[in-house]
DNA sequence: GCATTAATATGAT
DNA sequence: ATCATATTAATGC
């Protein structure tokens, strides 16, 4: 079997993104002004739901402060995260257009949120065209993410779904410590089983199996990194 | 190998 | 003290 490319890179090590998503406005920040200057901005509570799986959605949101997240679930209550949103992330975007959403978004504290409507966006669009491509951009997040999951829902097991959102959350927001790469949000186990799509005792064990081979170190809701070449080394 | 359920333990407020 | 979260064990697919 082919593990390798010619030039030595790993297969399915794709990197662009991750299910935690902190800032998609990158050089766009003028354009941003321009798209929010006539949205409103709302406060919600934690557990607010913002728009539902299967509505169709006539405004999408940009979350300038707190968390929302992206869920799926179905009629016996499972759920699935698709994703997590902090601060400078749009959501509800992929119902642009007549689409509905595939996904409910759901505050996981209070939060400010900026409403845009669609029909902003577009007569926005028409007046300052780049205003599309700050929306593209969150978009792509959106694309690389699902495809990420695909493959880790399709190709991997627990330990590896396990191992490759670690390594997803140490590129968004680890950071370096002379203890190694300490995740810097407080994550649940519902939260991580949630994201990689595993039950929660199936997560607990994972991770205190990663723990005793002194991969991770775990404090209180914090997780450490302290052998990224053994953690990576799980998903090939 | 992992989900589900339940029982127990630990921690946060 | 109470509620939320984490751990561990038992059982089944």
Redesign the pocket.
Known sequence: MIREKDDGRKRGLYSFGSPYVTDTVGKYQRELALLLSESPLRIYKSGEILFDQGDIGNRFYFIKKGKVMATMSNQ?G?VKIVAIHASNSFIGDTALGQHSHYATGVTLQESEVHVIENSHFESCVKRHPKVAFLVIESLLRKACNAALQLEDLSL??????VAHVLIELSNEIGRETDGGVEIEE????????GLT????????????DL?RSNVII?K??LIIIIDEKKLSHILD
Not at 186 to 193: C, F, P, Q
Not at 202 to 208: A, D, I, K, P, R
Request: hydrophobic share 35%.
């Open positions: 016996h499972a991997r097991n627990a330990k590896q779904r407080k994550m649940t186990h519902e939260i991580l089983a799509g595993l039950a929660r005792p199936t997560l607990t064990g994972v991770l205190n723990e775990k209180n809701r």
